[in-house]
């Protein structure tokens, strides 16, 4: 199976910050990459897809990039409802998440 | 719209078998990949393994080949988890999750509430 690598695993920020997430893969993924945010108790929300394909109704200030086998996540301007935990997937098959990382506030 | 509904809470010994039910409304069921996932208390998603309904034919994570069974009926549109060999490291919450998209691969959108599976002796 391809393994999903994230780091970091935990991100201290602040209101208004760039957040950058990476995600890498052990072989590439032909960009079968997305991005899911998770908040306690809740099941998790998919923000992109194809790499760099916002899904609707996820803010502009969320983005992807990247391609082969390494991705990031970008968010532009962290908001007080992004502190949150975020999983990248490989979505082909077989499929695979990468281990999280946690955004919490500084 | 789109709808999946697990089937309730379990506990179980080590060395049994659980079989986890998802019933799907809205959209064409054979059409869309249905994936399992599960996520241990305190830990990360863990992709488990999908079914194509309308193939009828599954593939699992590496980790759980042998120990894992997805399977779907298109007759009630209902996607079963059956996990055997139960150990104390599989309690957590599984969930059934569909793609977004019938053109595969497609990403997850749409998730079940999840079934707390607990191995206990």
């Known amino acids: 199976d391809i393994q999903m690598t994230q780091s970091p695993s935990t991100l201290s920020a602040s209101v208004g910050d760039r957040v950058t997430i990476t995600c890498r893969a052990s072989q590439s993924l032909n960009n079968w990459l997305a991005w899911y945010q998770q908040k306690p108790g809740k099941v998790p929300k998919l923000l992109i897809y194809k790499a760099s394909t916002l899904e609707s109704g996820v803010p502009s200030r969320f983005s992807g990039s990247g391609s082969g086998t390494e991705f990031t996540l970008t968010i532009s301007s962290l908001q007080p409802d992004d502190f949150a935990t975020y999983y990248c997937q490989n979505y082909n098959s077989p499929s695979g998440f990468g281990q999280g990382t946690k955004v919490e506030i500084k | 719209q789109v709808q999946l509904v697990q089937s309730g809470a379990e506990v179980k010994k080590p060395g049994s078998s659980v079989k986890v039910s998802c019933k799907t409304s809205g959209g064409t069921f054979s059409s869309y990949d249905i994936n399992w996932v599960r996520q241990a208390p305190g830990q990360g998603l863990e992709w488990m393994g999908r079914i194509i309904p309308i193939l009828g034919r599954a593939d699992y994570a590496q980790k759980f080949q042998g120990r894992v069974t997805i399977t779907a009926d298109r007759s009630t549109s209902t996607a079963y988890m059956e996990l055997n060999s139960l150990r104390s490291e599989d309690t957590a919450i599984y969930y059934c999750?569909?793609?977004?998209?019938?053109?595969?691969?497609?990403?997850?959108?749409?998730w079940g509430q999840g079934t707390v599976v607990t191995v206990s002796s």
């Open positions: 999750a569909r793609a977004i998209d019938v053109v595969v691969p497609a990403p997850i959108g749409y």
